[in-house]
């Protein structure tokens, strides 16, 4: 007989109900009577458990019994209706094997661990009831962002992680070598000599795909990159993390209007996914987590996303009677206050547009006023910036001249560039953090609790 | 009016019949007679190009006859069923505007190119049919792969690319630092002071996610991985680049047979998806690139794979009536010849069982003989070998045992050998090179040309 997942139990309930199902997994709890017993079961497929009841009629009801929390196991039984409250079925085994053994100091007991506790128990705390919620949206969010671009006609590329252009600035990225730190070879100046490194120059772990992804979006129109990022930021807060996923889609012949609607669009089908495939996770994190999750999110799928220019967004800070800690200013960025503050008072989703030049990046399109970008931030209440993005320069000249001003190497992207002369045309893109996506959907307020094995300074265990 | 994907003209055909569109991409070809012009034109989200007819009733006709090859356009016209043979419909066009123009010299000219010379170009390449096609089946296996296992309740798990553990052996990864390699800080005994890095030692990026795999395969049963990878080796062939593209499946209460019967089954779907979505490349590579490929698909998606120990395959090695540059043996490796007059021999996909365990990887489990691993390979026609899997050594301390035989530190692993003290259970994984696939998908049989910008030795450009 084959095994069934337990997820496979709960969706198939009503055919499988008086039949005989083989299950593996591993006890969450054991709970111990004189002549019976309940194992709270799982096999991870499901964020629910199943009870597996057993009595002194079995032969091994001893040996049974002595099963501990962790134990690996393989249960033959009948699906019965359960007379438990708020439990459709339960298992009444007739034979519980034990497959691997777990020991009295075992560290995920069936008790209240502390997240931070968890941290340190990476590789298993997704067997926990909250990492294992956590990680199975990971990845159901994943693949919903993966089927929105996909059935829009979107290729998705993987671009290099890789590089030797440092148009990022290099001090931002990590330096990759194969070379002997401790025995470097030198030029005749006595600096290293990276001619002998594998590439044959410094090369990097970049931060973007952005560059590559522009480069296919003029071959595909449409295209989406998903993987892994970098950032040296020695920085210890809840939301910095050295390594993390970013989604950069990147549209040919799309304006700043066009790329907003797109944003839009793509969050509520991931949002909805979400809310679709994992009501079970959901409620969890309705529960414990953050009390109104769910309704947050039912809320953004029906939100109409409002659109508001830089200088007007000053313009409500301005006039606000809040005494504020950055004074609002039409040429400066927006405080996280600010951020706050305009969430609450549009009551929803802000789409924050014509950002003044000089603190936005070189490749954003500079608009007629020659003072502001097409640049759009996305707010959402409750989780701050969820996306970033613009329209992107498609003038060479113009990009040649904000290329000087920013002191960027022109060298390191004269393919870039020259996307400009190749048939060029207007085209947007946006790039999302994935984990700040998460952690929207699950409530979970650190970064380090969204991924897996977490990188952060001084901290690569695992 | 909104501007229709190519790829929805050809699948609304029967209904945009007779009605205005508007089409928004590139031109890939222009022929111009006296009184009308044809302009094959693309937008990228259909292998197949569209063609756009004008005439001399046109405006602005002198014009348009002047639009170069690359340039970006607009066209908004009457779709028509198509006079030319083999050509359902054209665009009759009624206005064709100019959105980025093209130099005479653009790289991509309507000729055919070398690979050669279009790897030279790889930010314009995937504008010719080749790349176009190239790129686009990669996007739609990827998607594949996460349609296969996300419908088998897989978790899709992020392993990390940043470790500190060096048990795959270090120098066969790349180090990263954030320290200045011109000024690197010293310990009193002169050695680099690695503690003074973002993460307080010596970091890597991996070669693999399988170990951290494990640790999630332990808490959801069923579990992969997708995401790049890195190699250090300083080889030059068709077949090697230093990033590239993993699956890393690993499945709780699995054995051997049971991955076996996952691998074909995931195998099959991947083939056949990409055979129902991708008609257009497929038939092109079959045409240009690899003659039979779409048989060769075809067979592999209908065929039984065999299962036959490596010692059985020596055995049918030494009994073939062939001069062999490497001599087969019981301890040794199978080389390429050796995997190729197998698949010839057998006539169709091999399992490769039971490896001498002495040339297989430290965690996989040891068979009763003590000899050999429960490794598997599998061999398919044309591709070689396009997994490579085992079941792990479950028992603490058999690992305990290879590990001292392997010299692999085990403080680094220590949380991977606690997996089999917690709950573990016999399980499997495999892993599949991206790459390897797409060269078998594809006909394409360099890896150069699979990745959108491949990495190589002395080569990252881009």
Redesign the interface.
Known sequence: ME?K?V??LYEEIESLMNQEVKL????RNHRKQKEFGFIDFT???DFQTVQVVYDDKLDDFLEIQKLRV???I?VIGKVMKSPAKGQVFEIQAEKVVL?????ED???QPKRHTREFLREQA??R??TNLF?AV??V???A??AI?EYF?SH?????????????DCEGSDQM??????D??H?PKTEDG??D?SKD??????Y?TGTGQL?GE??A?????IYTF??T?R?E?SNTKTHA??F?MIEPEI??CDLDGLMNIEEEMLKFVVNYVLEKCPKEIAFFDQFVEKGLKEKLSKLVQAKFTRISHHDVIDILKKADKEWEFTPSYDGDIAKEHEKYITEYIHGPVFNTDWPKDIKAWYMKVNEDGKTVAAVDLEVPGAGELMGGSQRE?DYDKLMERIKENNIDQSTVD??C?????????HSGFGMGFERLLIYLTGVDNIRDV?????T??????
């Open positions: 095994a997942d997820k496979e593996q997994g591993w006890i096999d991870g497929t962790g134990s690996a393989e497959l691997g053994d777990s020991p075992y560290p995920i590789y298993l997704p067997r294992g990680f199975r990971r990845s159901v994943a693949m993966h996909q006609n979107y290729v998705y590329v993987h671009t290099p992680l890789i590089t030797t252009a990590f330096k990759i070598t194969t070379l730190l401790n470097l600096q290293v990276m594998l590439f044959g120059k410094q090369a772990v590559h480069a296919f003029m071959a595909y129109k449409k993987g892994p970098f040296t020695n050295n390594e996923w040919a012949f498609e393919w870039f020259n996307l400009r002369r190749y048939g060029g045309c207007y991924i897996p094995f977490p990188r300074p001084n901290n690569c265990e695992y």
